[in-house]
């Protein structure tokens, strides 16, 4: 495996990070997680966009423009031969001393492009569908870390799969900061009620596969709605699955020991599962 390292191709033993580096002493950077399907980066114009917004929210001058770090991208894809691959571009702060002050960081910030392989869940749970909780870690307030941030400070994620994980579940729903549903640990959660296609509106990453389902249902004339989901709502929805580029999308079945519907994977969640399977042979960057 080659990583990409600050311009450079080095194997994974030598693809290393100063303990001085930000990204590492405070989660000060950014990150994508990323896919290609037989060698086509699906969205990563949008997923490149996204970065920057965070490098810009977070103050990191990135070394790259965008299409040097989209042909990155597709150079490191090239190099490790993979047609079907995770991408996971993160940056970092850079090196600095031992206080949090980013302007001692001398460092020029880092860029790293690792491509491999990821199965978040077991394959069965996309065809009979997933069971999740919600979880007491409420999602960060926007106003103290916005969760549009895709930064490299991950924990407030990481304490809520915990709490998943002690309950024996694998996913699970955290609220926002008023109580409404927000999102999951790492994906985007949809619920469908008599045919409308609803999303939460706030306290969530704007993510680039719920973007996409939101288009695509669009294009189908299939009503959408991105507002304020309370979990009463998602208790007694017709539908329910989640979406995420490592998850793609993943019906749920039971919430909190609700049964959802009928139980089974819903038949407009069936139907996005294969519109979006289609979409990501089309659109995105070639190689
Ligand atoms: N919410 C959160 C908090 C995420 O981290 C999503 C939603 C879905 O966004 P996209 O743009 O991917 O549709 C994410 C993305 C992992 C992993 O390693 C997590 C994500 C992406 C890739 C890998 O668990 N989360």
Do not use: W
Not at 229 to 253: K, M, N, Q, S
Not at 274 to 280: L, N
């Amino acid at each position: 495996m080659k990583i990409y390292l600050n311009g450079k191709f080095v194997s994974k033993k030598e693809a290393a990070v100063s303990v001085f580096d930000h990204g590492f002493l405070y989660g000060d950077g950014a990150f994508e997680g990323i896919r290609s399907y037989k060698s086509l980066v699906f969205k990563l114009k949008e997923h490149v966009n996204r970065l920057y917004e965070t490098a810009h929210t977070l103050m990191i001058n990135l070394p790259l423009t965008k299409k040097q770090m989209i042909k990155a991208v597709v150079d490191t894809l090239k190099t490790n031969n993979l047609r079907d691959a995770y991408i996971r571009v993160i940056v970092t702060r850079g090196e600095g001393d031992l206080g949090l002050d980013p302007k001692k960081c001398f460092g020029r910030p880092g860029v790293i492009i690792i491509a491999d392989k990821i199965t978040l869940y077991p394959k069965e749970l996309y065809n009979k569908g997933m069971e999740i909780i919600t979880v007491p870690t409420v999602r960060n307030c926007p106003e103290a870390l916005n969760p549009r941030l895709k930064s490299l400070n991950y924990l407030n994620n990481i304490l809520a799969k915990i709490e998943a994980g002690n309950s024996g579940y694998n996913e699970a729903i955290m609220l926002d900061h008023q109580g409404y549903v927000a999102e999951c640990t790492g994906d985007n959660i949809f619920i469908v009620k008599d045919g409308i296609l609803s999303t939460p509106s706030q306290g969530r990453l704007k993510g680039i596969t719920r973007d996409t389902v939101l288009a695509l249902a669009a294009k189908t004339k299939i009503k959408t709605e991105e507002r304020l989901i309370t979990r009463h709502e998602v208790y007694t929805a017709d539908e329910c699955f989640l979406t995420g580029t490592a998850a793609e999308i993943i019906p749920v079945v039971k919430v909190d020991g609700r049964v959802i519907g009928n139980g089974q994977p819903g038949a407009l969640t069936k139907k996005m599962i294969k519109m979006f399977k289609t979409e990501t042979t089309k659109d995105g960057v070639k190689y």
